[in-house]
């Protein structure tokens, strides 16, 4: 996950049971802990692999003088840095505003208390003039994004007349959407191992028994992303979702644990977004590098019946996945 932003090297991990405390969400031995540490290294940033309360990133920051970035603003960042398209760069934007905003509250009244009497309050006028900006940015993005979609819902509704049926790949992150879609639709559009590898939707077509279909890559989920986000991807994903199959990725090389919750994190997020079951066909992918036992043993725990199994890289399984996406449609 760390290793999506780029170039960060970890110095130390510190582990805590939870993350409930009132004034760091850490416990205040820990936080004493951390200190120590920093004063022998020249970290210059605290990573918490768990959401935190804006005044507990701000008690945080202040007790250990370096940058504090939470669970939220590390999936934020990679998006930010790999967004290419503007639809994308302007939800970025939004997502941003939205995390932004309840802490620009929260410092005002954090300097309210802070500021001593007879000092004019200058530190309050500041942040609401701040506060006010990012409104108005938020008002100018909801704008411009509303526009796009205007474009998008006629682009939709003219496919929908042509009468085109429509698959979309849909899956947690990095497991596997883009390789297969390379494969299906003969693109060559970027994979690789990092999270967040494709940021917006992609359609093409590609032909079964004669028959043309369109398919859609989209952006990857992921666990604890929080609702603003998935409101501000809710676009992206929108369309996506309103196709005739959706084909849901599992990686069946990772751990049986890890499937399980990304199973279940990928289906609230499809119920979420009010998608018919009916239409979910659930695809366990990267099967070259699984074992057939271990994946049967997950697929009757999580009471899976009737999935394709199949491996991009291999081409196991991609005709079977053919055959039944053509059964679905006719
Ligand atoms: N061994 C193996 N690796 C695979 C297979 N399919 C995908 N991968 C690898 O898994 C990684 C992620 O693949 P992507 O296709 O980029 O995954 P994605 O779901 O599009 O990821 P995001 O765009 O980040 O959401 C890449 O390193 C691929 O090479 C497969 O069938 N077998
Ligand atoms: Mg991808």
């Known amino acids: 996950m760390v290793e999506s932003l780029g170039n960060v090297n970890i110095v ?6 939870n993350l409930r405390h009132h004034q760091y969400g850490l416990g205040s031995g820990k936080v004493e802990e951390i200190n120590q540490f920093l004063q022998h290294t020249k970290s210059d940033q605290i990573i918490v692999d768990e ?19 939470d669970r939220e603003r590390l999936i934020l960042d990679p998006f930010y840095i790999r967004s290419t398209t503007s ?32 000092k004019g309050g200058s530190g309050e006028y500041i942040v609401d003039v701040k506060f006010r ?9 909801l704008e411009k994004l509303a526009d796009s979609r205007r474009k998008r819902d006629l682009y939709h509704n003219q496919r929908i007349e042509n009468k085109m049926p429509i698959v979309s790949l849909v899956g947690y992150t990095s497991s596997g959407k883009t390789t297969l879609f390379n494969l ?31 398919l859609s890559d989209t952006v990857g989920f992921i666990r604890g992303l929080p609702t603003y986000m998935i409101e501000a991807f809710k676009s992206t994903l929108e369309e996506s979702l ?10 069946s090389s990772d751990p049986v644990d890890k499937i399980k919750i990304k199973y279940y994190s990928c289906i609230n997020v499809l119920q979420e977004l009010n998608v018919d079951k009916e239409k979910i066909v659930i695809v366990f ?30 081409g196991y399984g991609i005709s079977k996945l053919r055959k039944s996406i053509s059964q679905k449609i006719v």
């Open 87 to 118: 639809e994308a760069k302007l939800q970025i934007q939004l997502a941003e505003i939205k995390y932004e905003l309840p802490r620009v509250k929260e410092n005002t009244k954090l300097l309210v208390a802070n500021e001593r009497p007879g």
């Open 133 to 141: 900006d990012l409104k108005r940015r938020m008002g100018f993005i």
């Open 242 to 251: 309103q196709a005739d199959i959706i084909l849901l990725l599992i990686d």
């Open 285 to 314: 992918s990267k099967i070259d590098k699984a074992e057939f036992d271990d994946v049967n043993r997950t697929l009757k725990e999580l009471k899976i019946e009737h999935p394709i199994i199949v491996s991009p890289k291999s």
């Open 51 to 69: 959401h935190m309360t804006p005044k507990q990133i701000y008690n945080l920051e202040k007790s250990t003088g370096i940058k504090v970035i």
């Open 184 to 214: 299906l639709t003969m693109e060559s559009r970027k994979t690789s191992e990092n999270l967040f590898t494709t940021l917006s939707t992609t359609t093409r077509s590609f032909v079964i028994n004669g028959q043309k279909i369109l």
């Open 12 to 17: 130390r991990s510190f582990t805590q049971k």
